[in-house]
């Protein structure tokens, strides 16, 4: 694991936290700074994701990397390649430019710097929340870590937080930087606190404002040069400066990331899931192999790897999940990569915000649309229908799905264009609990709330707009970066690139009248015609990175884990609802073949075992 932790003012750490964190997470903590009241912990087991640097008094410790492209950097190489260069080039500027030494910086990270001379403390986020940090605020002082099950670990007094239960059962985050756990919070993207006698200053990170061509007005020709040579600049920028190279390859998107690091030269090694059943591996994986001469490694995927992921969940992760074997699967990547001599991975990741990608949510949309002219007699019929107990239990998934729909359908359209997938509503819950329980706000009020700040965008924008606020990718990341120490980037997530590729419109990545199953069109065109990569690639049907055939697993040889998971949740569960988690239903299966935007079933039965897995958390630290 790689982590940092501390405390400010006369909030302290458990008298054996360093003990109690090196059980709960494998490493050792050392005590990189203590003074004025404040003290710094750091622990790493090696790889790229963790450095320090320390100076007459000063400390820093950085989790997370600084992308090429920073200002005043001297090198050698990307700041990418060694953590602690990039910590002792951040500790510089600081001396230069006090608070304002993140500014303009392009990177993921968070970081803690402790000023011994001015007796000040730093925490930051970089500008595009890329990493969580998670903060305690009292009248005595403040409590801080990198990684959320380190907070109860390390400090005392934290309980579970249920005031918003619905919602985060419903949509696998909470609004407004709460956490699952009461009086945490995570310090918001593009945020230095400063904090110096007592006292909290808060500055904003002034985010990357480079230079980028504006496509607004470009022809398809144009925007295909210009995305040629901003893609290959952003993998300049992204990628650490030795030969060898990884790549976590899915379809098209990492494809393309590891064809171009193949124009600039590198020696490419792409790794990818594989199942004992073939028909849930990536297509084309082979003959992508082949055609830019990279070696390939399958990765094998099996029950023991999701075990191990979901009995580490509540320390590894971040977020609860209703597809928790997906970032359980990249950290079993990151840990084969790792063991392969390598400490970074370039992925595809990105790309499908950038250019109108993810046929899931697009489709999604367009069928939200058309249902919302169903007649309202007719809704209210289903509606009705829906809401029966005997059919959920018998039909699962599904009517869920269904009653989702005619929720949403009640809804003003920005509210729903926003957010559609939802894991478990209150007739759920409510069974699922054995009787109501109050929370403090109606999730109809939340969703009305975070739908404002996109009313001008389209509605297709809305809806990708909400996968990104719900912090899914970020939560893969994060335990990714802090589970193996491989730093995991992207070059569509470097500003200079993402600036590029937002001047365009709608229509070069979604053509009127193109297929609903693609976007990106633009891209994919300077993808063939750069000759990148061959059409049969480019154009392979898509299929998401999260398939697996886990459902089946759940019910199987995984079911006394998730039992003991769902024995750790802070309501006993209605034995009855519990057990028609676990049941085979036909619905489900012709749901998936047939009907399904996604083929993953389990949804309720996942969101409600990472939920127990951060209250178990909480009853270990307790024990």
Known sequence: MNLFFGHLGQLTTRPDAVERVTEGFGVVPSLLSEQAGAALYSATDGGATLGTAQEDGTSLVLLGMILGGAPDWKGPGNPIDDPDSAAAYLLQRYRKLGTGFLDGIPGTYVLALHDGEKGATLLATDPAGGHSLFLRETGEGLQFASNLALMPTAFSGIALDRGLEDFLLGYQFLPGGRTVYKGV???????????????????????????????????????????????????????????????????????????????????????????????????????????????????????????????????RFNLTAVQPHYPIESVEVCRVIRAAGLKHALTGDGCDGLFLGYPTIYRRTRVVEALAKIPSPIRGLAESVFGSRALERRLGHPLRVGRNLMTMLRREPLVRDHFAARALDNRSL???????????????????????????????????????????????????????GVAIVSPFSHPRFAKLASSMSDEMSRPQGGPANMGKHALMQMAVTRELLPADIVYQPKRSPAEAPVDGWYRGELRPLMEDLLGQLPFEIDRQFADSLFSKKWSEDLFRNKVALDTIASHALTALATYGAFNGVLQETEA
Request: proline share 4%; net charge negative.
């Open 430 to 484: 409510e069974w699922a609990r054995g009787g109501p329980f109050e929370q403090e706000r109606d999730v109809e009020e939340i969703l009305r709330e975070l739908a404002q700040p996109v009313a001008n965008l389209s509605r297709v924008r809305r809806a990708y707009h909400s996968k990104a606020l719900a912090g899914s990718n970020r939560n893969k990341v994060e335990g990714c970066f802090d589970t193996t």
């Open 185 to 315: 919070t995570t310090l918001p993207g593009g945020t230095l606190l400063q904090w110096r006698q007592g006292q909290v200053e808060r500055h904003k990170i002034a985010a990357w404002a480079g230079d980028a061509p504006d496509l607004s007005q470009a022809t398809l020709e144009e925007a295909m040069d210009a995305l040629h040579d901003g893609f290959l600049q952003a993998l300049e920028d992204v990628a650490p400066t030795h030969e060898r190279v990884a790549v976590m390859l899915g379809g098209f998107d990492s494809a393309l990331v590891a064809a171009g690091l193949r124009r600039l030269g590198k020696t490419v090694e792409t790794f990818t899931f594989e199942f004992a059943d073939g028909s849930f591996n990536q297509p084309m994986t082979e003959r992508l192999s082949a055609e830019i001469g990279s070696q390939h490694h399958w990765v094998a995927i099996g029950p023991e790897v999701i075990a191990d992921g979901l009995r580490n969940y509540g320390r």
